[in-house]
């Protein structure tokens, strides 16, 4: 039992040794730490191993095979702990980001909405060009856009053609949405 005592005392403090220069690599980044470790606690194993085999103890075969899985155990329990804090630090960070960017986007909400900022493009159309574009934009046709502005059909034809070549559109459906999308 004295033995079993000694050898439990031995293996811990290997284990504690490796788990602190484990550690020790993992904060400093330093290999030559985890280096040392891992050979000190393989020399201790192989000891203890060849020492029993010299005896020819078999129950004391197991129990070394007992506590080197033990000391592994505790070396990945080591290993894995770091990679939770590291992966906790790195989900502080992204929730520091996502605060900032919070922050950053309320100072630029009024009322409920979001500070807006038409195309430069909008500023280079007429008052008579952002009202067709404002009526296409709620659905008009061009007889219907004549009728409201008292202007006639070709006239609105004209205007949506001049328009369409200004902000570099295709048809009347991509300036309903220009129209909308910029609030004119």
Same mark, same amino acid.
């Given at each position: 039992?004295?033995?079993?005592?000694?050898?439990?005392?031995?293996?811990?403090?290997?284990?504690?040794?490796?788990?602190?220069?484990?550690?020790?690599?993992?904060?400093?980044?330093?290999?030559?730490?985890?280096?040392?470790?891992? &050979?000190?606690?393989?020399?201790?194993?192989? /000891?203890?191993?060849?020492?029993?085999?010299?005896?020819?103890?078999?129950? /004391?075969?197991?129990?070394?095979?007992?506590?080197?899985?033990?000391?592994?155990? #505790?070396?990945?329990? $080591?290993? *894995? !702990?770091?990679?939770?804090?590291?992966?906790?630090? /790195?989900?502080?960070?992204?929730?520091?980001? *996502? *605060?900032?960017?919070? @922050?950053?986007?309320?100072?630029?909400?009024?009322?409920?909405?979001?500070?807006?900022?038409?195309?430069? #493009? $909008?500023?280079? !159309?007429?008052?008579?060009?952002?009202?067709?574009?404002?009526?296409?934009?709620?659905?008009?046709?061009?007889?219907?856009?004549?009728?409201?502005?008292?202007?006639?059909?070709?006239? $609105? @034809?004209?205007?949506?053609?001049?328009? *369409? @070549?200004?902000?570099?559109?295709?048809?009347?459906?991509?300036?309903? &949405?220009?129209?909308? /999308?910029?609030?004119?």
């Amino acid at each position: 039992m004295e033995t079993l005592t000694r050898y439990v005392i031995n293996y811990a403090l290997h284990t504690f040794y490796i788990v602190i220069l484990i550690d020790a690599y993992m904060e400093l980044d330093k290999k030559p730490f985890a280096i040392i470790g891992s &050979v000190a606690g393989l020399t201790s194993l192989l /000891k203890y191993i060849n020492m029993l085999l010299l005896t020819r103890s078999f129950s /004391k075969v197991a129990e070394t095979v007992f506590f080197s899985l033990f000391t592994i155990f #505790i070396i990945f329990t $080591v290993y *894995l !702990l770091k990679e939770v804090r590291e992966e906790k630090g /790195k989900t502080e960070m992204v929730y520091k980001e *996502l *605060l900032a960017t919070y @922050k950053e986007l309320e100072g630029k909400y009024k009322n409920g909405m979001m500070a807006f900022e038409p195309e430069p #493009i $909008v500023e280079e !159309l007429t008052e008579r060009e952002k009202e067709i574009c404002r009526l296409i934009g709620d659905g008009r046709n061009n007889k219907e856009i004549s009728e409201t502005l008292f202007i006639s059909e070709g006239t $609105v @034809k004209n205007h949506i053609t001049n328009i *369409l @070549k200004k902000i570099e559109l295709r048809d009347r459906t991509q300036l309903a &949405v220009f129209a909308l /999308k910029n609030r004119i």
